[in-house]
T-cell receptor, first 114, second 113 residues
Framework: DSGVTQTPKHLITATGQRVTLRCSPR?????VYWYQQSLDQGLQFLIH???????AKGNILERFSAQQFPDLHSELNLSSLELGDSALYFC?????????????FGPGTRLTVT | LAKTTQPISMDSYEGQEVNITCSHN???????ITWYQQFPSQGPRFIIQ???TKVTNEVASLFIPADRKSSTLSLPRVSLSDTAVYYC??????????????FGTGTRLQVML
């Protein structure tokens, strides 16, 4: 158990819908990272927040957005969903902003768009 | 933005040493190299991290040549439980337009008796 929690575990929705994925980092961790894992694209970095502020953006679509709240939990919002958005979404947390600290990954949310 | 490539799969026998290489030709000065292990239906788990030369911990070693364009994860005396997918991750994650985190394509290691 990494100490990172993600909800829901599974999510099934239809094209065009909007969903929110939630992540609670390990206690005391200020950084939250979001990743998407699909069969054809592999593991892709989406976005990084540190203590409530966006720090870096990766291959995140404009239809996707995220935020980190004062209590440090984070939400990833996916809108106008397409079939290709079906994937595993992981969040990870670390104690600091930089890569010199290992990231602890949550169990993931499996999103299925039908 | 570092583009990272790895062999798709490798087979080994229990007790052997396994070396998995990651190629990252466009690595930036501030980028670190981190290796993760992933079992099916689980999130990746940290193995080791380095910047240059050699790093060793209780489970693995990481070799990074002087030009840093590649790195090699070395797993000594693998067991069946090491069967997993191994990813390298390159980046600094600090922030800014130059800061990206790029996962390798992943190497599926199958350990056999």
């Amino acid at each position: 158990d990494s100490g990172v929690t993600q909800t829901p575990k599974h999510l099934i929705t239809a094209t065009g819908q909007r969903v929110t994925l939630r992540c609670s980092p390990r206690s005391g961790d200020l950084s939250v990272y979001w990743y998407q894992q699909s069969l054809d694209q592999g593991l892709q970095f989406l976005i990084h927040y540190y203590n409530g502020e966006e720090r870096a953006k990766g291959n995140i679509l404009e239809r996707f957005s995220a935020q980190q709240f004062p209590d440090l939990h984070s939400e990833l919002n996916l809108s106008s969903l397409e079939l290709g958005d079906s994937a595993l979404y992981f969040c990870a947390s670390s104690g600091k902003a930089g890569m010199t600290y290992e990231q602890y990954f949550g169990p993931g949310t499996r999103l299925t768009v039908t | 933005l570092a583009k990272t490539t790895q062999p798709i799969s490798m087979d080994s026998y229990e007790g052997q040493e396994v070396n998995i290489t990651c190629s990252h030709n466009n690595i930036a000065t501030n980028d670190y190299i981190t290796w993760y292990q992933q079992f099916p239906s689980q999130g990746p788990r940290f193995i080791i991290q380095g910047y240059k030369t050699k790093v060793t911990n209780e489970v693995a070693s990481l070799f990074i040549p002087a030009d840093r364009k590649s790195s090699t994860l070395s797993l000594p005396r693998v067991s069946l439980s090491d069967t997993a997918v191994y990813y390298c991750l390159v980046g600094d994650g600090v922030g800014g337009t130059a800061s990206k985190l790029t996962f390798g394509t992943g190497t599926r290691l199958q350990v056999m008796l």
